[in-house]
Each structure stands twice: as C-alpha cells, then as structure tokens.
C-alpha cells in the first residue's frame, strides 16, 4: 500500500503571469478588479487588489479561486447544479465554507490535473469571467 503521493501545483512564475494577462483584460474593461490564484489546495499563492477596486471584493475573489480550485468546476456551474436539486440547495451553501455560486472562479488545469484555481471579482459576474478567461488563455499558448 502507497503512503504518499504526488501532487502537481501552480508555480510563482504561472501565478505571476495569470495575474499580468488578467490586468491587462481589466484595463480594456476599465474597471478595477481583484484577482487571486490559489494552489491546488486552495490555499493563496497570488493576488494583487488593482488601484480602486472594492473592498469587499477581496473576501469574494479568494474564495471564487478556493471554490474553483477546491471541486474543479467554475464557480457559475454551481447555479445550476443547486437549481436542479434541493437537498444540495438546502445544504451546500450552510455546509460548504467559502463556497461561490455565481461567475468569476475558475479552476486551473494543466495535462488535465487542477493545480490551482483563479478568482476575480470586482466587476459584474460576466466581467469577473472575462477577465479571468483572459488570464487562463495564456495556458493555451504554452
């Protein structure tokens, strides 16, 4: 019987560079947002809250990464899931710590294993989506 084993996570220089791509998508928004990257074990590895943007967006951006991260799903795929079924309506959001149902977290995948996850927040759902969209395209390019 294995007693250990491995697990793959976000590197500092991949956090860094998500962060970047996502500022750059918030300034052709114009808007301030707030993003944050958390390894695999949702725990925070990056984050930077842009000049002017809201207070209260801090809390709500770690934990659409920690959600995203934590069952490697989007945070907007959450909605649905408790629309269809009522016990888990009833149940989730009590039991579940820091969990987010509306857009803008996102896991982070690569070689199809989640090593971190991505939460924006400081804009509409839509935008918080866009902006950490924007930074996940630079997976694709590598």
Known sequence: MNKTYEK????????????NEAVKKARRIGKAFIIAIVDESGVLKAFLRMDNAPLISVQVAINKAYTA???????????????SDPALQLGAPCEIDKL??????????????????????????EEDMQVAQAALEILNNK
Do not use: C, D, R
């Open 100 to 125: 987010i149902i509306f857009g803008g977290g996102f896991p982070i995948v690569v070689n199809g294993k989640v090593i971190g996850g991505i939460g924006v927040s400081g804009g509409t759902a």
């Open 69 to 83: 991260a934590g069952f490697g799903i989007p945070t907007h795929q959450w909605y649905e899931m408790l629309k």
């Open 8 to 19: 793959l996570s976000i590197t500092e220089g991949l956090a860094l560079e998500l962060i």
